[in-house]
């Protein structure tokens, strides 16, 4: 894997620019089929945390959502270090965590929502009609 791909369905000055960080790209295709499903969506694949960081300073996304299995960094120092950039971006993790040690892990980071592993396309809709609501 590269390291970067680019998924759009269409440019747009409205365009919804979502980053995924995941060197498992395999276990989203349905959600990234369900977020594609919305032809305002520009979806940037990091395999690495360092680089969703430096995609994240750059192009300001949306959305990002984080797996919990990546190689450089743990999902949640990467989630505090995009904290840090944007306090409002909305976050969404893949975690094998419980609730509660969850809840713990990222206290500190503000809200953090969870994702199952793997995501399906019903998930990517439920991250879209959110995040339109937010953003519109």
Do not use: W
């Amino acid at each position: 894997m590269s390291g970067i791909g680019v998924l759009s369905t269409r440019e747009s000055y409205k365009m919804l620019k979502i980053i995924l960080v995941s060197n498992r790209e395999k276990i989203f295709d349905s959600f990234i089929a369900g977020l594609q499903s919305n032809q305002d969506v520009q979806i940037e694949i990091c395999s690495k945390a360092h680089c969703a960081i430096d995609m994240t300073r750059r192009h300001s996304p949306q959305l990002v959502v984080i797996d919990y299995h990546l190689e450089d960094m743990s999902h949640v120092r990467l989630a505090d270090t995009l904290r840090k950039l944007d306090a409002d971006m909305p976050l969404y993790m893949l975690t094998t965590m419980d609730e509660e040690y969850f809840r713990q892990a990222t206290a500190d980071i503000g809200q953090v929502y969870r994702l199952p592993s793997p995501p399906f396309a019903g998930d990517a809709h439920g991250v879209l009609q959110q995040l339109q609501a937010t953003v519109c």
